[in-house]
Structure formats: structure tokens, C-alpha cells
């Protein structure tokens, strides 16, 4: 299947508004052209040629810079919104194109356009959690997150259901094995140490979460000595909370409705997203 007979089973096959629809033919056709021009095959695309190609559509944006780094984009999302949030609509269009050309078998994986996103906050006034609605669809890019997106794709997953459970990013890294109580119900009770050891409040997991742990503890990888923490990463070591917040970034960008969203999606909203934490005390 060729790059532009892909875009056109994608569109067709897909649930997206009509509206949506033509906006991201228009979008993923510029980056295809723009492809073609350069003599890049979009099956083997890199990042920085993503890059490239944002490059030329914002140059008259940029005052002179090179698109090098986040500093630029958030200078562009400062001083210029409404273009920033444009920019940011194509890395999606873009994204959801590898993700269907993923699903059938044309690319390796989905490459990771996350850091080449504003963010832009354009609504200050939106509420700082998830709708019922945008719920509904986070609980569906967990869902879609799978060994093709991330090879601790469990990991991640329970990463995510913790947040919903209400842990904030700086508690799901410190999570720790000594403390995991089940319950005779199928329920799990955790405490979370804080960054001096102290033991902290009592958190009830959700079953869904507690599912999602069970799920991932056969797989966890071996810790390094010393190491206690549930949520591990190369090396057996502790993961930091930047990484949850760069994973839910590229998670959420599965779902055009939620990567578009201003403000963004963050960890922290996840987070936020639960009226009542399930403290204990």
C-alpha cells in the first residue's frame, strides 16, 4: 500500500468528523508532498525529519530560529497561539497517519512526535481535569497502548490507571513493593513513601487498577539492589516523574480529541481527573 492509497483507507475507515476528516487529508498530503520532495520514504521517517518539515511551515513564525529544542516551541506557543496550536494540530494528524499505518503492518512503530508539540494553553477557563467523556476516551488509548507502542507496555498501563486512581506522578514512581496490601475482595491497598521513607497515606486501587498491577508484576523487570519501587525501568531502576508525564503525552496522542485538548492532557490532570483520592488516612 502506497503512503497516499494509506491516507485514503485510513480516512475512509475512520470515525472521525467530516470536518476532521478533510482537515487531516490536507494536513498528512503537506507532509507527504513535502516527503517527496526531499526524497524521504514516509515508511522510514525519523523524527528529526519531522522536524525539518515543521521547520519550513513555522519559519516565518520563528524570528529566526532554528526549530531546535522545546525552548522555541514554548516561545512560538507565548507569542503565538493560534499558530502553535496549528503546528500542533498537524503533528497530530501526523501521528494518528502512523498509527493506522502501524495497525497494518506498513511501519515498525509509531514514531514519537510528542516532544515536537507546543502545548499551548489556549483556554485558561477549561477545567483543569478530565470530562466523564475524555475519561471514556483515556481509558480507550489505555486500552490501544500495546507491545507495538512500548515494549513495558503493562508497565504503562499501570501507570496510567494509577493516576486515575488519583496518585500524583511523584507517587506512582515512589509506589513501593513493602507496601502493597490485597484485600480478600480481589482490592489492593498501597502506601506510598514519601522522598524521606516515611510511610504515607493509604490509597485504595481501583479493581481495574489493581488488575492492571497484577498484570504487570510477573513482568516487572529484576530490580537493581536496594531497589523497591513497583514501577521500573532500564536497569531495574526507578523511573522518574518526567516520564510519566512523557508517556501520557504520547498516549494520549492515539486519540485526536484528547491531543488536541487545551490545556493539554499532563499527568497531573489525569491525576486531578478523580473528585475523591481514596485517601484513608
Not at 39 to 52: E, K, N
Not at 95 to 103: G, R
Not at 245 to 265: D, F, G, T
Request: a positive charge.
Amino acid at each position: 500500500m502506497t503512503p497516499r492509497d494509506l491516507l485514503d483507507a485510513w480516512l475512509a475507515s475512520s470515525v472521525l468528523r467530516p470536518s476532521t476528516q478533510a482537515r487531516y487529508r490536507l494536513q498528512v498530503e503537506d507532509w507527504l508532498s513535502w516527503c517527496e520532495r526531499r526524497g524521504v520514504h514516509p515508511y522510514r521517517v525519523r523524527v528529526g525529519q519531522v522536524a525539518a518539515w515543521s521547520e519550513e511551515r513555522l519559519l516565518d513564525h520563528l524570528g529566526g530560529r532554528a526549530l531546535d529544542g522545546p525552548a522555541v516551541l514554548a516561545h512560538l506557543a507565548a507569542t503565538k497561539p493560534d499558530v502553535a496550536g496549528t503546528h500542533d494540530g498537524y503533528i497530530t494528524a501526523v501521528t494518528q497517519y502512523y498509527t493506522a499505518a502501524h495497525e497494518r503492518g506498513l511501519v515498525v512503530g509509531v514514531p514519537y512526535l510528542t516532544d515536537l508539540r507546543c502545548g499551548v494553553d489556549r483556554a485558561p477557563d477549561r477545567p483543569r481535569r478530565l470530562s466523564p467523556p475524555e475519561r471514556e476516551a483515556f481509558l480507550v488509548c489505555i486500552g490501544m497502548w500495546g507491545p507495538g507502542q512500548a515494549r513495558q507496555y503493562l508497565r504503562d498501563r499501570l501507570i496510567a490507571h494509577l493516576l486515575l486512581d488519583g496518585l500524583r506522578p511523584g507517587e506512582v514512581v515512589r509506589m513501593d513493593m513493602r507496601h502493597r496490601y490485597p484485600q480478600p475482595d480481589g482490592a489492593v491497598e498501597v502506601r506510598v513513601p514519601d522522598a524521606f521513607e516515611n510511610v504515607g497515606p493509604k490509597y485504595s486501587l481501583s479493581l481495574l487498577t489493581a488488575g492492571a498491577l497484577s498484570a504487570y508484576l510477573p513482568r516487572r523487570p529484576r530490580p537493581a539492589r536496594g531497589v523497591h519501587a513497583v514501577i521500573l525501568g532500564q536497569g531495574g531502576r526507578p523511573v522518574v516523574s518526567r516520564y510519566v508525564n512523557k508517556l501520557i503525552r504520547q498516549m494520549v496522542s492515539l486519540q485526536p480529541a484528547l491531543a488536541e485538548r487545551c490545556p493539554p492532557v499532563t499527568a497531573d490532570l489525569v491525576a486531578h481527573t478523580r473528585a475523591e483520592r481514596g485517601v484513608d488516612g
